[in-house]
């Protein structure tokens, strides 16, 4: 059972980056999928949550207007869109089957650094 993000970099400000949220061993379309991150010195903050019944969502007041969660059932993966991304949006982000943060599987994180 494993999580595996990927799509995270180096971005100017204004840039976007497609972060994906791939899982093996088990069907991600039977979880929630919430997207996470943590800055350094910073404590770990919710970004968005991706419904598993209806694919609604749900976006933190920071990223809201600027990042679109999606997920395609048939590869098994979740994406997150990163728009417009500023240099307070770097850190490290996580996917999770839990969208409280407190429960689910982990990916191992995918750095996002956002510099001019």
């Known amino acids: 059972v494993q999580l595996v993000e990927s799509g995270g970099g180096l971005v100017q400000p204004g840039g976007s980056l497609r972060l994906s949220c791939a899982a093996s061993?088990?069907?991600?379309?039977?979880?929630?999928i919430g997207w996470f991150r943590q800055a350094p010195g910073k404590e770990r903050e919710g970004v968005s949550c991706?419904?598993?019944?209806?694919?609604?969502?749900w976006y933190s007041d920071f990223v809201k207007g600027r990042f679109t969660a999606s997920r395609d059932n048939t590869k098994n993966t979740v994406y997150l869109q990163l728009n417009s991304l500023k240099p307070e949006d770097t850190a490290i982000y996580y996917c999770?089957?839990?969208?409280?943060?407190?429960?689910?599987?982990w990916g191992q994180g995918t750095q996002v650094t956002v510099s001019s």
């Open positions: 061993g088990f069907t991600l379309d039977y979880y929630d």
């Open positions: 991706i419904s598993r019944s209806d694919g609604s969502t």
């Open positions: 999770a089957t839990d969208c409280s943060g407190v429960l689910g599987y």
